[in-house]
């Protein structure tokens, strides 16, 4: 299972970007319960989850997304996207995608997730 991110960059404060995950190997058909979910990671800080959906699309947001993040999916393009609006300095980090089989059920720092992506920076300028 491969997952691979693109679509970070440098915004400048209250900018948005919208990253993207692309899912090979690994089909949302493939488990009849699974979890996809954003995470981030700043230098120096913990690992924190940004967002995450279930197979039948429920979906959690961390506490400091306030309404500014949405995640959503293509299930027949295997990807899975995070549109950020309203973003901030404080949201400058790595932001990786993650999946793993069974359901969400919270938003965690992801230490339960089997699937990894390498990530993609953004950088927020004030």
């Known amino acids: 299972v491969q997952l691979v991110e693109s679509g970070g960059g440098s915004v400048q404060a209250g900018g948005s970007l919208r990253v993207s995950c692309i899912a090979s190997g690994y089909t949302y058909n493939t488990y009849s319960r699974y979890c996809m979910g954003w995470f981030r990671q700043a230098p120096g800080k913990e690992r924190e989850g940004v967002a995450n959906?279930?197979?039948?699309?429920?979906?959690r947001y961390g506490e400091f997304v306030k309404g500014r993040f949405t995640i959503s999916q293509d299930n027949a393009k295997n990807t899975l996207y995070l549109q950020m609006n309203s973003l901030k300095p404080e949201d400058t980090a790595m932001y990786h995608c993650a999946a793993r089989p069974g359901d969400c059920n919270y938003i965690g720092p992801g230490n339960e997730y089997t699937y990894w992506g390498q990530g993609t920076q953004v950088t927020v300028s004030s």
């Open positions: 959906i279930d197979r039948i699309g429920a979906i």
